[in-house]
């Protein structure tokens, strides 16, 4: 069994009582794929118990915390902690936001026994990128019963939706991993991996790693094909190694020449998990959670995580036309014309106020100056909706952008915060600029 900080073993032994005490609970999730995935892994372990379940998909922490059934909080919650400790129900908050605002996690007062915060970085682990919400559910259904062991696949998913594979897992998701790996029911790959159902497909729509002048751009994909000399229906694994090796050249060369970092580069072959019964690899699954999220279809998200067969054919097809238009939209921001640049940031405006932050991350990952952060913002009526974005090597210089969205817009009388790496912001339309300078101010402050 894996091995953790006593003081999280606490937590999740006082989270068992918990779920052993109820027969139904009320799940309240993040709509994005990691939440999908953290609601996925409970539902499975709650289903196998027989236990009730009703699952909702919030994009943010609701105003009134519903009454009348114990609660559990997944990928959300640490914002809200002091409103939660007031509910009567008993309530499980899983969530691998950092805290900022003070909170005492351990107060007697707040800590009855009907109440468990779950929270990474009171063990001294990083939730940004160690733990997600899909992997600290999995944590606690493993820990409730092994034989949630067989869900690894759809709790990863969760922690790579957030990015957090990037140069592969590490901390406690490496430790599900290995363990899921160890026990059969994980099998692990060193391959290169460019999901879509065959090999033109996959390069004309691959957003995610994004290939410069390859991604969406049809003559390209052509000419690669003809002089691999390999049929553009087939399968990347029925090409052989040499074919492979070839195509990991190409595409490996698109990156150096547009100057990605050596974890982006080195994660094009990295490993990759496939699920050993049901046929699924956590990197299809990621992105089939991330397409059902983005386009507001999180419950098909969670059908297919619960093993519905047509909800796996519509999920393929809305990743399909999800794919299509973020290749489209990377293309306009590749040609920098939407780009804006400070000394110390990048922003652009994107009308889709649920394609901004995953627009201003790839950005950074595949196609931007990647020293220094995007942000990504949506005019919503008398507002700017903000999404940040920084690279790990960043985040290891000291820059926190949960931090400083939330210290700026707030300053601004609006709201914001989240991860280091990966951060949000709402403030007045007309604070917009003062907001962008201010942030320019401080991460030009860190570098000193
Ligand atoms: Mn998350």
């Known amino acids: 069994m894996l091995e953790l900080p006593g003081g999280l073993e606490k937590k999740l032994d006082r989270s068992l009582s918990l779920l052993e005490d109820n027969d139904k609970f009320r799940i309240i999730t993040h709509y994005d794929a990691d939440g999908i995935s953290a609601a996925a892994v409970l539902t499975r372990c709650l289903m196998r118990d027989q236990s009730g379940f009703h699952t909702s998909f919030v ?49 007697p007062e707040l800590e009855e026994d009907n109440k468990v915060f779950v929270n990474p970085h009171d063990h001294g682990i990083n939730g940004s990128q160690d733990v997600s919400g899909g992997t600290l559910a999995l944590l606690l259904s493993v820990w409730y019963d092994e034989v949630n062991w067989e869900d ?12 957090q594979a990037i140069g592969g897992f590490s901390g406690l998701n490496l430790k599900l991993a ?28 691959a957003c995610d790693p994004y290939f410069s002048g390859i991604s969406g751009h049809k003559n390209e994909i052509d000419e690669i094909i003809r ?27 698109s990156l150096v020449k547009k100057n990605r970092s050596p ?45 519905d067969k047509r909800a796996l054919e519509e999920a393929k097809k809305i990743r399909d036309e999800y794919r299509t238009e973020m290749i489209s939209k990377l293309k306009n921001l590749e ?11 990048q922003y652009f405006l994107e ?84 907001f962008l300078s201010r942030m320019d101010h401080e991460i030009g402050a860190l570098s000193g």
Do not use: W
């Open 152 to 163: 690894a696949v759809y709790g990863l998913a969760g922690a790579a939706a957030d990015k």
């Open 178 to 205: 290995d363990e899921a790996v160890e026990k059969g029911l994980l099998e692990e790959r060193k391959e290169l991996f460019i999901d879509g159902e065959n090999i033109r497909d996959s390069l004309m729509k």
């Open 263 to 307: 974890q982006v580069i080195d994660s094009i072959i990295g490993v990759h998990y496939r699920d050993k019964h049901e046929a699924l690899d956590i990197d299809t699954l990621y992105k089939l959670l991330n397409s059902c999220a983005r386009t507001d279809r999180p419950g098909l998200g969670l059908c297919v995580c619960l093993g």
């Open 227 to 253: 002089d691999l000399n390999i049929d553009s229906e087939a399968k990347i694994r029925s090409i052989g190694k040499d074919k492979i090796r070839k195509l990991n050249s190409l595409l490996v060369l």
């Open 351 to 434: 009308e889709k106020k649920k394609r901004k932050g995953e627009l201003a991350g790839l950005g950074i990952l595949y196609i931007l100056d990647r020293n220094k952060p995007v942000f990504g913002i949506t005019e919503v009526e008398e507002d700017v909706d903000i999404s940040a974005r920084a690279t790990r090597d960043m985040v290891e210089q000291g820059l926190d952008l949960g931090y400083l969205c939330e210290k700026i817009s707030e300053e601004l009388g609006g709201s914001g915060g989240g991860h280091d790496i990966a951060s949000g912001a709402t403030i007045k339309k007309e604070d917009m600029k003062t």
């Open 59 to 107: 994009e943010s922490f609701p105003d009134k915390i519903p009454e009348g059934l114990p609660l559990i909080f997944t990928d959300i919650g640490n914002s809200h902690l002091d409103d939660i400790a007031e509910v009567e129900e008993d309530v499980i908050v899983l969530d691998h936001h950092d805290i900022k605002k003070d909170f005492d996690l351990d107060d």
């Open 335 to 345: 040609k920098s014309v939407e780009v804006e640049e400070y000394d110390h940031l």
